[in-house]
């Protein structure tokens, strides 16, 4: 972006104050999809060997979380103990579906700069695991005993809970240069149960994802699922015999949520919205009224725009950067809203970090040219950090989106 001055604050704080062995409650997937992510892009983008060295301190101490007797991670670890847990709130002790499901780009990157295949080997296992195991009309529940290796109940989402482990296996696939096809199977598997059991029509005739409860459907979408209109789309080349049904599918995930945008007050989308007793596209309760910068409306977007060039995404894209600037532009940045169907907005007073690293991030990508970080050679990360497409010579290769001129090195 040209920020050079920022970027080498940023560095020196990194080198000088990135204490990567606090004491204390960090989340495991959190540490990987921000820091081991963000550090991995780092690197991949200025070639600067301090990222390289801090991201493979980091990885090491990852590692405990996976001392369990299936291989699944806890959800928690101490960095500076190595010990680690499930999350209080996790049914039965359980791990998260989103959570050890969303390791998979950044360790094979660990395994690929270390030399060291256990990272590799660590995502491997989880998903030997997840593929034999028996799964209810070939869903993937949310929650899992990283002792038994069983589900612990029948909650399945593409929101919150779910959501970015589906997109890593699309996203496993083509960073590994469509080689790993067991990535791709499992990948259209799941797509092919999510649209028989959870895909659904309103009566508006909008295209949405419900939740699954047992048998039980929850008519129900969050903000985060909204990520899965761009999911959908960047699979629908590997598919050719569907390719156009998955664009179509596609668009119209993208069409709803863009609508939970345009219903209300503020232009900006409630944190889950629902499709029953009449509603569409609403959020009927007051506790889903919120906006906290969420990017994955904008992320679907982007891959929209990308993948078809039809200019209402970028339209779309431009009508949430006028909202952002009404109603979340404060004196220190931008602030989440309480409630995106008030007329007078009231402020949370909080500047998420993935408002940084996603929400303007793929903004900006949506009015970039298509060779910055062009999809045929990067994977963004869940958190938006572009990882390189791992070549099957090696990453260093001259074909290597490395060597293009993007580097902030050149």
Not at 69 to 75: M, N
Not at 206 to 214: I, N, P, Q
Not at 385 to 397: F, Y
Request: hydrophobic residues 35%.
């Amino acid at each position: 972006m040209g920020l050079t001055e920022d970027y080498q604050e940023a560095k020196e704080w990194v080198n000088s104050n990135l204490d990567l062995s606090s004491n204390g409650e960090a989340s495991l997937f959190e540490v990987n999809i921000r820091y081991v992510g963000g550090l991995l892009s780092a690197f991949y983008l200025t070639g600067d060997e301090m990222f390289k060295q801090k991201v493979l301190d980091l990885g090491e101490k990852l590692l405990p979380a996976f001392n369990t007797p299936t291989g699944i991670p806890r959800g928690v670890i101490n960095l500076g103990s190595g010990t680690s847990w499930s999350w209080g709130w996790a049914s039965a002790g359980s791990s998260i579906l989103a959570e050890f499901g969303t390791l998979h780009l950044e360790f094979i990157h660990l395994s690929e700069l270390s030399g060291n295949p256990i990272y590799t080997e660590k995502v491997m296992n989880i998903r030997k695991l997840l593929d034999k195991i028996e799964k209810p009309h070939g869903l993937y529940p949310n929650f899992l005993s990283p002792v038994s290796g069983n589900w612990v109940q029948h909650h399945v989402s593409l929101g919150g809970l779910g959501d970015s482990f589906y997109e890593y296996l699309i996203k496993s696939f083509l960073m590994s240069d469509k080689t790993d096809q067991e990535a791709k199977r499992m990948y259209y598997s799941a797509l092919e149960a999510i649209e028989t059991n959870l895909v659904q029509k309103s009566p508006g005739g909008l295209t949405y994802v419900a939740e699954w409860r047992g048998g039980v459907l929850d008519h129900k979408m969050g903000h985060l699922a909204c990520f899965s209109g761009g999911m959908v789309g960047i699979g629908a080349d590997d598919a050719p015999e569907k390719r156009q049904h998955y664009l179509d599918l596609a668009a119209e995930i993208t069409h709803t949520c863009h609508e939970s945008y345009s219903r209300s007050a503020t232009k900006l989308g409630p944190e889950a919205f629902r499709f029953d007793g009449g509603t569409e596209a609403t959020a009927t309760r007051l506790s889903d009224r919120y906006y906290i910068l969420r990017p994955e409306v904008i992320e679907s977007y982007m891959y929209m725009w990308r993948l078809t060039h039809d200019p209402k995404y970028r339209e779309w894209g431009w009508e949430a950067v006028e909202a952002l600037e009404k109603h979340c532009r404060v004196d220190g940045g931008y602030s989440g809203i309480r409630d995106v169907y008030a007329s007078t907005v009231s402020h949370d007073n909080m500047q998420q970090s993935f408002f940084l690293s996603e929400t303007l991030k793929y903004l900006y990508l949506l009015f970039s040219d298509d060779d910055l970080l062009p999809l045929d050679d990067w994977v963004f990360n869940t958190e938006a950090h572009p990882l390189p497409v791992v070549r099957k010579n090696c990453l260093q290769d001259t074909d290597s989106p490395l060597d293009t001129e993007q580097t902030l090195s050149e």
